[in-house]
């Protein structure tokens, strides 16, 4: 069975997380299934798919008993899966801002002040 994927038909819930290096918990629903636990997380080094911000994407994993991390979630195709993370990426950052704009009761250009100058 051949699975054909159009990233535009996914929804993404994205949930901010304040405080820690968390920055947010991401979920795909592909229509017929969900899936949960994609992370935002700080990073040590810039991220191209993250704007060169210091920010980077993990799927679902589990840790084995040796400590070491395997995902959940993969896609062999690489383009698809860029296409997919900039599409995370978008999500996250709308959500970023509606969330800092709701929080602190800013409009629209005062949370796009907000994040610019916290980056």
């Known amino acids: 069975m051949n699975m054909t994927l159009n990233v535009n038909d996914i929804r993404i819930k994205v949930k901010v997380v304040e ?6 918990i991401i979920s795909l629903d592909f229509g017929d299934f969900t ?14 798919a993250a704007g060169n911000r210091k920010l980077w994407l993990t799927p679902p994993s589990y840790a084995d008993r040796g400590g070491r991390y395997h995902p959940i ?7 698809l899966w860029e296409r997919l993370e900039a599409k995370i990426w978008e999500a996250y950052d709308a959500e970023h801002k509606r969330h800092y704009a709701k929080v602190y009761d800013l409009n629209s250009d005062e949370a796009d002040q907000f994040l610019n100058s916290s980056s």
């Open 19 to 24: 405080g820690g290096k968390l920055k947010a």
């Open 35 to 48: 899936v949960k636990g994609f992370r935002i997380q700080e990073s040590q080094y810039e991220t191209k």
């Open 73 to 79: 979630f993969y896609i062999p195709d690489k383009d």
